[in-house]
């Protein structure tokens, strides 16, 4: 794993706890095969995750959400 992949992981795992990137990362992933735009991947994944926004936060969900993508990214290179 990159060095940079680890770096996404252990600050989410800081930011919103890992077993929610966990879950989050993977929702990102399946997300990443369907045939929608951007905001469209988005608002599904916040949708599914609203309960997990009441406990952490809207602003660490998209957060975590954000960090996802970006662990993707960093997994093409």
Request: aromatic share 8%; charged share 25%; net charge negative.
């Amino acid at each position: 794993m990159s060095v940079e992949r680890i770096a996404i992981e252990e600050f989410a795992a800081l930011m919103v706890g890992g077993d929610i990137f966990k879950d989050i990362k993977h929702a990102v992933g399946v997300m990443s095969t369907k045939d929608l735009t951007g905001s469209q991947k988005k608002a599904a994944i916040l949708s599914d995750f609203e309960h997990v926004g009441e406990e952490i936060g809207s602003w660490a969900l998209n957060l975590a959400i954000e960090l996802a993508v970006a662990w993707f990214k960093k997994l093409a290179i």
